[in-house]
């Protein structure tokens, strides 16, 4: 590319663009099962019944599918958040993800600096992994929650 | 769906692509004078290269077995059995698998390096210095890694086995051991998924690599084709050499296990299947079951995640075990330590949503009721991506 004069390398969009290429696949083929599931006469009702496209997407399709687009969302995020061969290889200098700032101080004797940062970073993932599927269950109407789980006779 | 092949053939298949035909074919990238040449692929076949390849093949094929041999237990027990705690395995292992690879190896590091916690709290025990720092250690926190990956295959497949085959084997007079036996071979596809699974999994893992095995000067394969790379001068055709190993031995696993599977009948689940009945284990089998399940997850996050918590509350400097939260006060008050963290977290927030919208586009085309060529052969590209290692990704968006 960079015979085309397209310097991407060692820049933050090309690290964010091979995060988004490496987790794609794994992602592709998590959602894929659920995807699978949803039958087109679901779009199709809320048509007939006077919905747009994306109302229809909305009110018709999002719920069954809110909860494993919730999932495959944390998976790549946690993948991300502490992601290391990609990060290793292609991190913009100056501008270090956490995993090569915590690997940098480690390898220059700072152990102590490098180990509260791991920490911190296993807490913000954490945190936002609670943050994500709190939220989902607080504010997801009880119908998205209720599709897939069992019912209490 | 134009526009998505567009996506796919410039993220993803043509850097790799690229950066594998560059191995034979040097002089198309001006990386070399031959235009079709075997030489980089014999050079990651000797010296060092080699033996880094030969060390991650052992090292992956002993951790997929341990997986397997912890992760088939723990799944039994915790569907099939009373065992104490088995409400929390499945979190316990979904944690683990969230954790990336690097963390823990750090964890153990830190705790039984020299100078480590292990010797500030007065435990002077080299020996186990030198079993985590080597081989053992290596092999130990990958055959960890692939528990998880186990434990899902094993119990998805347990939750289909109804009670019957275990009845009509003790009915017949088999004993437990002997309708184990009867049991193994049908659950034969997830059995070979977990160590196909766990195979894949631990020789393209470059956070052990690159942590716990590179300061105990073990050198695995990925690391070595990192080193290709960053070590002055690079050597991208040797890079891409190492990579055509690399894919080949995630790819032979998982093509022979759906080459052993292919023709043969596993399906067990129908409308007669009964559900199993959780065997009521004794007190003293429960607390020995219990036991050993508190172990397991003692030593898989425990013991790193105290490695790393301690060691992020030690002094750099010194040898006793005072605890200071002096590191965490450096965090909060230099500049700089913070900035990594919050640019992951945005890295990690724009990258999941594009990942998931993308994604979603995806599993519609895949899963379309008018199945395709163009949907079969995107079916496959991502298929063949999801074996790609993370460094020979990354080594190809170099090059590109």
């Given at each position: 590319m960079s015979s085309l004069h397209i310097d991407f390398y060692q820049t933050v969009q090309l690290l964010i663009i091979a995060y988004i290429a490496s987790s794609l696949p794994t992602n592709a083929r998590v959602l894929v099962g659920s995807v699978s599931q949803i039958q087109g006469s679901l779009r199709d009702a809320a048509r007939t019944h006077g919905a747009g496209a994306v109302t229809a997407w909305a009110r018709g399709v999002l719920p069954v599918v809110s909860r494993p687009i919730a999932m495959a969302w944390l998976y790549t995020f946690c993948g991300v958040f502490l992601e290391l061969p990609l990060s290793q290889l292609l991190y913009a200098p100056g501008s270090p993800p956490a995993s090569i700032a915590i690997e940098d101080n480690l390898s220059n004797y700072h152990f102590g600096v490098g180990m509260a940062q791991a920490v911190l970073a296993v807490f913000i993932a954490f945190g936002v992994v609670g943050l994500v599927l709190g939220g989902y269950r607080l504010l997801a109407p009880a119908g998205w929650r209720r599709i897939g789980g069992t019912v209490r006779g | 769906m134009p526009v998505f092949w567009l996506i796919l053939l410039a993220f993803i298949v043509v850097p790799c692509a690229c950066f594998l035909l560059l191995a034979i074919a040097p002089r198309l990238f001006d990386q070399?004078?031959?235009?079709?040449?075997?030489t980089y692929l014999q050079q990651s076949l000797s010296g060092s290269t080699a033996m880094a390849i030969v060390n991650s093949l052992w090292v992956s094929s002993a951790a997929a077995v341990i997986g397997l041999a912890v992760g088939f237990p723990v799944a039994w027990l915790a569907a099939r059995t009373t065992m104490p705690g088995r409400r929390w395995v499945s979190g316990g292992m979904w944690l683990a698998l969230l954790l990336p690879s690097w963390l823990p190896a750090l964890g153990w590091e830190r705790l039984v390096e020299p100078e480590g916690v292990m010797y500030r709290l007065g435990l002077d025990w080299p020996w186990v210095t030198h079993l985590i720092m080597g081989p053992f250690g290596v092999v130990l926190l990958l055959g960890l890694r692939c528990v998880p990956f186990s434990y899902l295959a094993i119990s998805a497949a347990l939750n289909g086995l109804g009670q019957e085959f275990e009845d009509a084997a003790r009915v017949h007079g088999a004993t437990r051991f002997g309708a184990l036996r009867l049991i193994v071979p049908i659950l034969a596809p997830a059995i070979m998924s977990a160590l196909a699974i766990g195979f894949a999994e631990s020789i393209s893992d470059f956070g052990v690599a690159a942590t716990l095995a590179y300061s105990s000067n073990f050198t695995l394969a990925t690391y070595a084709l990192y080193a290709a790379i960053g070590?002055?001068?690079?050597s991208f055709p040797l890079a891409a050499g190492m990579s055509w190993l690399l894919v080949a031995a995630v790819a032979i696993p998982l093509a022979l296990q759906a080459r052993a599977l292919r023709g043969r009948s596993y399906a067990?689940?129908?409308?007669r299947t009964r559900q199993a009945v959780r065997r009521r284990l004794s007190r003293f089998e429960a607390g020995c079951a219990g036991c050993l399940l508190a172990l397991f997850f003692l030593v898989m996050l425990g013991i790193p995640g105290f490695g790393a918590v301690s060691g992020s509350l030690?002094?750099?400097?010194?040898?006793?075990f005072t605890l200071t939260l002096v590191n965490y006060q450096a965090l909060l008050a230099q500049?700089?330590?913070?900035g990594p963290l919050e640019r992951s977290l945005l890295y990690g927030l724009i990258a999941a949503t594009v990942t998931v919208f993308l994604g979603f586009i995806a599993a519609r085309l895949l899963s379309s009721?008018?199945?395709?060529r163009a949907a079969g052969a995107m079916d496959y590209v991502l298929l063949a991506s999801v074996a790609l290692p993370g460094v020979v990704f990354g080594a190809g968006y170099i090059f590109a």
């Open positions: - | 070399g004078p031959q235009w079709f040449t075997l070590n002055f001068p690079p067990i689940l129908s409308g030690l002094g750099d400097y010194g040898s006793s500049s700089g330590l913070l009721a008018r199945r395709t």
